[in-house]
Nanobody
Framework: QVQLVESGGGSVQAGGSLRLSCAAS????????MSWFRQAPRKEREGVAG???????YYADSVKGRFTISQDSAETTLYLRMNSLKPEDTAMYYC????????????????WGQGTQVTVSS
């Protein structure tokens, strides 16, 4: 089993920045990809950014150039630096971990965190 705990959400004004963290523990050797997803009210969950073993990083078009995904050297803590935040970035953000596959497909992830809320006001 793998446990994921997110932190770092909050409320900011448009144009502001936040950094989300996700600490992984347990049998992390089984993880090849870790990603951030988000879900806004009345919308489907969507992939925001992902990082896989070997260093490949992936971003949704809506966040390219504004968000940066990274990991610590032990690959047990996942980060998401969010700059130039927009009201449409408001959502619950989830950390996910899994063995691999297309990074933006939620069914490829076996483990999920409880989520952290990000609210961006105009």
């Amino acid at each position: 089993q793998v446990q994921l705990v997110e932190s770092g959400g909050g409320s900011v004004q448009a144009g502001g920045s936040l950094r989300l963290s996700c600490a992984a523990s347990g049998y992390t050797y089984s993880i090849n990809c870790m990603s951030w997803f988000r879900q806004a009210p009345r919308k489907e969950r969507e992939g925001v950014a992902g990082i896989c073993t070997g260093g490949g990083t992936y971003y949704a078009d809506s966040v390219k150039g504004r968000f940066t995904i990274s990991q610590d050297s032990a690959e047990t803590t996942l980060y998401l630096r969010m700059n130039s935040l927009k009201p449409e970035d408001t959502a619950m953000y989830y950390c996910a971990a899994g063995p691999g596959g297309y990074w933006a497909q939620s069914y490829n992830y076996k483990y999920w965190g409880q989520g952290t809320q990000v609210t961006v006001s105009s």
